[in-house]
């Protein structure tokens, strides 16, 4: 294997203020000084409504809650044939829910990641803990800076232990030093320097020491307490500098005026070390454990310094063994207690120092930045064998988008003796939605669809009970079908919608083609002629479409039906001139707005003009499709399926929420689209419509549940909808069954044949 030649970093950079844009920056910095052969760069995070004059070394920003921004970085990773990223990971400084904007970068790139957590929590909320597993899953390997995280990840997360490295925070290599000269530069000559230094916040416990300044005092008179560091810009985005003035508040009520200064200050690294070295005592009174890293700590120890702190998880490891002095949490008494007695006996303070100079030689940047480079050689290793030993569960794929296994495990679950449940409590059924009439048509598509001997095929009885749902839901006094049913078996209404009719002939027209059973297509056949005529009066054009699907099967097996032949071409024209009435230069389409199964128009337009030889059906049809696509197209490439939140609103459509029904609605017509044609791009947006179910989306998150065969019921701006209703599981296996018809159409090399010129 070569050696390590670039190396991208993403994270906060300087100067953009915080701990994790100083460490992503020494990290990057003492990695480059490693090598002149070595090659480093940073993408850096930027928050919103903020901008930066970063260094050079930042060849591209992200904005952190711009989801293209996520998706370019990674071309920009891929394109550039980086050998390794290293993520710098922290919940607040990622875009998206928990930060799950990331997700849409690291699962792009071709390349081993190796993901540094600042933080591991051990009660992390659901969408924390989902993201997190996602950002670990997504990683060759996973660096933390304390044993209390590599504990965590195995307990709370299941990592593997060979997958975790321990890497302390670096620090800067330099010489150990008596405070003097640099209290002399600051004008804290003759004094006992107390020092806590790091962006204000109120978790870091500036209160404590404050309160506990005078019973210091009391015991060393020369002492004075400085806090440096600017107001977190987060705080002051939501407060303004509300807290360093509660502080100077509290500083006045507790009569330490002249003994405690706060400086309002982010200062460079040289200045920084410079404060530190004037310090006789660091002292960080945090009030949670929950604390995995702290670089002020770091540095401070690092530097030499006596620290009292409390016993945080990262403070409990790196001072124990006499390094340093814990103190619990929130207790003024000990804390004033402890700094005092360090102050007042200078043999201690000075063996103190001695052990944690000591103890801190192996965190130099230049040692860290050796232990990274290891880890980076073992991911890349490590990632190289995961590619030869994983298991391949797919089937042969279509224009590189892999096709997974028929699992219907889910579908089954959400049926009972009844038919199939409309709705989902994330993956358990809910009973008290019932049941409708368009689900059990879809399933009854599914039904017809599993009919290759390479699909595991429905239970005959389940299939039966399907269509007993929808024979059930034929009202004969309306002509029409019901659609609502009660969990009790009760119906709801006693006509459903005109789009239910339109759905349930569809499905009736399938069975009637293609069902096993020779005697449940007769009933189809029966069925559907009965209950034809009635779509005559509809004004839905949805309704039309999905009838237009039936009819295409139905008459394919129906010779010489005058009535259908005429609704057909009465259907069909109606499209024609809705689209007519209201096309425009830039709206290409046969409403004033989009709604829901947008692609289905223009599939049954194309489908009945390739059944019927009438080419101006199929040339309307595909145009409609073709400008469908340019708006479900993200700039990256990407399928984006209009939004339920366009639905009923008009003009301009909504990229969100994101449903299946339209990433299936739009494989079925591109693929429609494709037979009438043989133009290969149809196909290929096919597969980008399927890889959206499988992550190729705005959050790169997978919808589907490969073990089992559920679907997720959507795509929110920032997360998935958990819940895997009836109609989100049928979409997916609608859609996956014919991806994997034309997958084993490719790969068996069939020639293709256009059924209209």
């Known amino acids: 294997m070569t050696q390590l030649t670039r190396l991208a970093f993403i994270g906060n950079s300087l100067p953009r203020r915080c701990g994790i844009a100083t460490f992503t920056t020494d990290l990057q910095q003492a990695v480059s000084a490693s090598s002149a052969e070595l090659e480093t760069s940073i993408v850096a995070m930027t928050d919103h409504g903020q901008s930066y004059d970063y260094p050079a070394a930042v060849r591209l920003q992200v904005g952190d809650g711009k989801i293209e921004d996520y998706v370019r970085a990674a071309d920009f990773l891929n394109v550039g044939l980086f050998d390794v990223v290293s993520l710098q990971h922290e919940f607040g400084i990622f875009g998206g829910e928990a930060g799950g904007h990331i997700l849409a970068l690291l699962s792009r790139l071709t390349m081993p990641v190796v993901t540094t957590l600042h933080t591991v929590l051990a009660e992390p909320t659901p969408a924390q803990r989902r993201v997190l597993a996602q950002i670990i899953d997504l990683s060759a390997r996973v660096v933390v800076m304390a044993e209390k995280g590599r504990e965590l990840l195995r307990a709370v997360y299941a990592v593997p232990a060979d997958k975790i490295d321990v890497i302390a925070h670096g620090i800067p290599d330099v010489a150990f030093v008596e405070p003097d000269k640099a209290k002399a530069k600051f004008g804290f000559c003759d004094r006992s320097v107390i020092l806590t230094f790091g962006l204000l916040s109120h978790n870091k416990g500036i209160e404590v020491m404050i309160d506990a300044m005078p019973a210091i005092l009391e015991r060393c008179a020369d002492a004075v307490y400085v806090v440096l560091g600017a107001t977190h810009p987060n705080l002051v985005r939501d407060q303004g500098e509300a807290y360093r003035k509660s502080l100077a508040e509290r500083i006045r009520d507790r009569?330490?005026?002249?003994?405690?200064?706060?400086?309002?200050?982010?200062?460079?690294?040289?200045?920084?070390?410079?404060?530190?070295?004037?310090?006789?005592?660091?002292?960080?009174?945090?009030?949670?454990?929950?604390?995995?890293?702290?670089?002020?700590?770091?540095?401070?120890?690092?530097?030499?310094?006596?620290?009292?702190?409390?016993?945080?998880?990262?403070?409990?490891?790196?001072?124990?063994?006499?390094?340093?002095?814990?103190?619990?949490?929130?207790?003024?008494?000990?804390?004033?207690?402890?700094?005092?007695?360090?102050?007042?006996?200078?043999?201690?303070?000075?063996?103190?120092?001695?052990?944690?100079?000591?103890?801190?030689?192996?965190?130099?940047?230049?040692?860290?930045?050796?232990?990274?480079?290891?880890?980076?050689?073992?991911?890349?290793?490590?990632?190289?064998?995961?590619v030869i030993e994983r298991p391949d569960p797919f089937v042969p794929a279509i224009d590189g988008v892999a096709t997974p296994g028929m699992q219907i495990g889910h579908f089954l679950s959400m049926c009972d003796d009844t038919g199939l449940f409309q709705h989902a409590v994330h993956s358990v059924p809910d009973r008290s939605h019932g049941y409708c009439v368009d689900d059990n048509a879809r399933a009854l598509l599914v039904a017809c669809a599993l009919n290759s001997p390479r699909d595991p095929r429905l239970p005959e009885p389940l299939t039966a009970r399907l269509a007993a749902f929808i024979q059930h839901a034929w009202n004969p006094d309306t002509r029409r079908f019901r659609n609502f049913m009660s969990f009790d078996r009760r119906w709801l209404e006693d006509t459903g919608s005109e789009d239910s009719h339109g759905r349930t002939l569809w499905a009736l027209g399938e069975c009637a083609r293609s069902d096993t059973s020779a005697s449940r297509r007769r009933w189809a056949i029966a069925l559907f002629a009965e209950a034809l005529p009635t779509v005559e009066g509809f004004r839905s054009p949805r309704a039309w479409a999905f009838t237009l699907l039936g009819l295409d099967a139905y008459c394919s097996v129906v010779a010489e039906d005058t009535l259908a032949e005429r609704i057909r071409h009465e259907l069909a024209d109606r499209l024609m001139a809705i689209l007519a009435a209201v096309e425009a230069p830039d709206w290409v389409w046969f409403e004033d707005g989009l709604a829901y199964d947008n692609a289905r128009l223009p599939q049954a337009l194309i489908t009945t003009g390739v059944s019927t030889?009438?080419?101006?059906?199929?040339?309307?049809?595909?145009?409609?499709?073709?400008?469908?696509?340019?708006?479900?197209?993200?700039?990256?490439?990407?399928?984006?399926?209009?939004?339920?939140?366009?639905?009923?609103?008009?003009?301009?459509?909504?990229?969100?929420?994101?449903?299946?029904?339209?990433?299936?609605?739009?494989?079925?017509?591109?693929?429609?689209?494709?037979?009438?044609?043989?133009?290969?791009?149809?196909?290929?947006?096919?597969?980008?419509?399927?890889?959206?179910?499988?992550?190729?989306?705005?959050?790169?998150?997978?919808?589907?549940?490969?073990?089992?065969?559920?679907?997720?019921?959507?795509?929110?701006?920032?997360?998935?909808?958990?819940?895997?209703?009836?109609?989100?599981?049928?979409?997916?296996?609608?859609?996956?069954?014919?991806?994997?018809?034309?997958?084993?159409?490719?790969?068996?090399r069939a020639k293709f044949v256009p059924r209209l010129a």
């Open 255 to 386: 009569g330490v005026e002249d003994r405690v200064v706060l400086l309002d200050q982010f200062v460079d690294r040289t200045t920084l070390l410079d404060y530190i070295a004037m310090s006789d005592v660091y002292v960080t009174p945090y009030l949670s454990e929950a604390q995995m890293t702290s670089g002020t700590l770091a540095y401070s120890f690092g530097l030499g310094k006596a620290v009292v702190s409390t016993p945080y998880w990262h403070a409990r490891e790196l001072l124990a063994d006499g390094r340093g002095v814990l103190v619990p949490f929130g207790d003024t008494e000990a804390i004033g207690r402890e700094i005092a007695g360090l102050l007042t006996d200078d043999d201690r303070r000075q063996a103190m120092r001695r052990r944690a100079y000591a103890g801190s030689r192996s965190m130099t940047w230049p040692r860290i930045a050796e232990r990274y480079l290891a880890t980076f050689e073992r991911a890349r290793r490590g990632q190289r064998l995961r």
């Open 613 to 748: 030889n009438a080419p101006a059906y199929v040339d309307a049809g595909l145009k409609s499709l073709r400008w469908l696509m340019a708006l479900q197209t993200t700039p990256a490439g990407l399928f984006r399926p209009i939004g339920s939140k366009s639905f009923g609103t008009g003009r301009p459509p909504q990229a969100f929420d994101q449903q299946p029904l339209e990433a299936t609605a739009t494989i079925s017509a591109c693929l429609a689209a494709w037979r009438a044609n043989g133009v290969a791009a149809w196909k290929a947006d096919a597969a980008r419509a399927f890889a959206w179910f499988l992550g190729g989306n705005d959050l790169s998150l997978s919808l589907v549940d490969l073990e089992t065969g559920s679907c997720r019921d959507g795509l929110h701006p920032d997360r998935l909808n958990e819940n895997r209703g009836g109609e989100s599981v049928v979409s997916y296996l609608l859609g996956l069954s014919e991806i994997r018809q034309i997958a084993r159409l490719s790969d068996g």
